[in-house]
């Protein structure tokens, strides 16, 4: 079962944020806040983003249930990240954005981070909560009282 939701998936949204943060602090540095070697935390901060972000995923994988967003879930994950979060996937990619922010050192790509976490808020976690609820019922609320959305 398929439910509408946006075309494009997050990792293209992600990776369309990525250039325009790139390009933004290129053609439009805004003020330098960091500088070397402080913005190498920004490396760090993306490994750890990715690490999130991937290990959810294979997690969710090796669980057998379905990765695209949209299409129904086989069940409620509660284990590893998913007992702190609703959504590591999406703070692993949110998180890589702060850590690539970080690394361009600019105050100018900052600026994507605000719009990439409202796109995923309202047109993928807004909607999976709600069908997830239809889906699983008071399992999932119960789930949701005990874990929180993001942090």
Not at 30 to 40: A, E, K, M, Q, V
Not at 57 to 69: A, C, E
Request: no cysteine; glycine share 8%; proline share 9%.
């Amino acid at each position: 079962m398929s439910t509408s939701i946006p075309r494009i998936p997050p990792p293209i949204f992600f990776l369309i944020g990525l250039i325009a943060m790139i390009l933004l602090s290129s053609f439009v540095p805004i003020g330098r806040w960091l500088h070397f070697p402080w913005r190498y935390i920004g490396i760090i901060i993306i490994v750890l983003g990715f690490s999130l972000g991937l290990g959810s995923g294979m997690f969710f994988r090796k669980l057998g249930t379905n990765l695209r967003p949209g299409t129904r879930a086989t069940l409620i994950v509660t284990k590893r990240p998913f007992k702190y979060t609703r959504n590591p996937m999406y703070l692993g990619l949110i998180t890589m954005l702060i850590g690539t922010s970080i690394l361009l050192g600019t105050f100018s790509p900052l600026i994507v981070i605000p719009i990439f976490f409202l796109i995923l808020h309202t047109q993928f976690v807004l909607r999976e909560e709600k069908w997830m609820t239809e889906w699983f019922g008071e399992p999932y609320l119960e789930y949701k009282k005990k874990t929180p959305r993001w942090l």
